[in-house]
């Protein structure tokens, strides 16, 4: 598996502090996104971005940031005013089409104590 | 608002037996479904999509635009085929993508 990339695996933080996480692709997508992964909810989309420059709050954007400098790189800040923020995290991407298909990371397990 | 809602959370069947994932979705538009698997210890990845008619591993699904639902089929469950299992679905034309809340098929010897 390659292709789209986050680091780090598992990633633990006291509980008030601000932390980033990683993603990373060389697939020349244009469009990347960030979801949550909670048992018995599924995927929930926090924010995404069709292109450099330019991101769009998802269906639970409150308490995340993130920032697309450049078409490699979508990190997601999780903030201390997230409050719920222990969860998986998974990014994906996608060609811009009408008929592209979602790649997506290996997933950053959050712990926050 | 779009939705897509997947109603059993684990469905158990017997090797060989068929399969049926259900999965409907609430949306005005046109709406673009896909299905997506997550076998144990790998990423989630596109099992298959509506528009491609395409028949992935064995398994088919046909969007039924009446009674809006996208199911998931297969005639003889296997084994290989235990994983959890997102019915997905997305605007025409934008980016967004609205998931269910997952099946877990489990398929028992």
């Known amino acids: 598996d390659g292709g789209i990339t986050q680091s780090p695996k598992y990633l633990f933080r006291k509980e008030g502090q601000n932390v980033t996480l990683s993603c990373e692709q060389n697939?020349?997508?244009?469009?990347m996104y960030w979801y949550r992964q909670d048992p018995g909810q599924g995927l929930r989309l926090i924010y995404y971005s069709q292109i450099v420059n330019d991101f769009q709050k998802g269906d639970i954007a409150e308490g995340y940031s993130v920032s697309r400098e450049k078409k490699e790189s979508f990190p997601l800040t999780v903030t201390s005013a997230q409050k719920n923020p222990t969860a998986f995290y998974l990014c994906?991407?996608?060609?811009?089409?009408?008929?592209?298909?979602?790649?997506f990371g290996p997933g950053t397990r959050l712990t926050v104590l | 608002a779009q939705r897509v809602t997947q109603p059993e959370k684990l469905l158990s069947v017997f090797k060989g037996a068929p399969v049926e994932l259900k999965c409907n979705y609430s949306y005005s538009g046109s709406p673009e479904l896909f299905w997506y698997v997550q076998y144990s210890r790998q990423r989630l990845q596109l099992l298959l999509r509506?528009?491609s008619r395409e028949s992935i591993k064995g398994f088919t699904a046909d969007l039924n635009k009446g009674e809006t639902s996208f199911h998931l089929k297969k005639p003889f469950a296997q084994e290989e085929d235990s994983a959890m299992y997102y019915c997905?679905?997305?605007?025409?034309?934008?980016?967004?993508?609205?998931f269910g809340i997952g099946t877990k098929l489990q398929v028992i010897p």
């Open positions: 994906a991407s996608s060609i811009t089409t009408d008929t592209d298909t979602q790649y």
């Open positions: 509506h528009i």
């Open positions: 997905a679905l997305r605007q025409g034309g934008y980016q967004k993508v609205t």
């Open positions: 697939l020349n997508h244009d469009a």
